[in-house]
């Protein structure tokens, strides 16, 4: 199985930019779909970001098409989120997720990112 952590959130002006980092350790980054999602206070957990397995096809929420950016960088084994232009509504716990069509599903532990105004 795969394991999956989080670095580089922390605290932003508006406007500015973050990058975040998912470091996969057990199995390679390239054998699952690797996606993003957030989680601001009181609300539900929501799709951010993806990179598919196959092709390393990306695709975005609205939200933040545009402004950010997934990649992924098999020979170090990561997956990063680089984050433009941030908004204060992008104020949230940012989580690394796995999976591919069948089979579990993998999270990491979260980072926080805040945007202030």
């Known amino acids: 199985q795969i394991q999956l952590v989080e670095s580089g959130g922390g605290l932003a002006q508006t406007g500015g930019s973050l990058r975040l980092s998912c470091a996969a350790s057990?199995?390679?980054?390239?054998?699952?779909?690797i996606n993003w999602y957030r989680q601001a206070p009181g609300k539900e957990r929501e799709f951010v970001a993806t990179v598919a397995r196959v092709g390393g096809i990306t695709n975005y929420a609205n939200a933040v098409k545009g402004r950010f950016t997934i990649s992924r960088d098999n020979a170090e084994n990561t997956v990063d989120l680089q984050m433009n232009s941030l908004k204060p509504e992008d104020t949230a716990i940012y989580y690394c997720?796995?999976?591919?069509?069948?089979?579990?599903?993998?999270w990491g532990q979260g980072t926080q990112v805040t945007v202030s105004s």
């Open positions: 997720h796995a999976r591919t069509l069948v089979g579990p599903e993998y």
């Open positions: 057990g199995r390679a980054v390239s054998s699952y779909n």
